[in-house]
């Protein structure tokens, strides 16, 4: 079914993120980047781990061990599964 040009997309809206918060996903982006071997990670890599990251933070999550360690498994899965990342 094709979307008529007047049809609304749809647009995710989330809080901005506090200055506290943005330390946290800067510091989990880092260590993640730091963490994968074959130093430096594609742009490709970087970018999944970063999206990850955005993603795990909109829900709540504040810890940056735990956003690197997640943000690293999906990669982790993305890779595993033979996807292009």
Request: hydrophobic content about 40%; some cysteine.
């Amino acid at each position: 079914m094709r979307r008529a040009i007047s049809d609304p997309i749809p647009i995710h809206t989330f809080a901005p993120f506090d200055p506290e918060r943005v330390r946290g996903i800067i510091q989990a982006f880092d260590d993640a980047c730091r963490a994968l071997p074959g130093q430096p990670p594609s742009d490709e890599v970087r970018a999944i781990l970063a999206k990850r990251i955005t993603e795990l933070a909109q829900t709540g999550e504040r810890d940056p061990a735990r956003l690197c360690e997640r943000a690293l498994e999906h990669v982790e899965s993305v890779l595993a599964r033979g996807n292009e990342p």
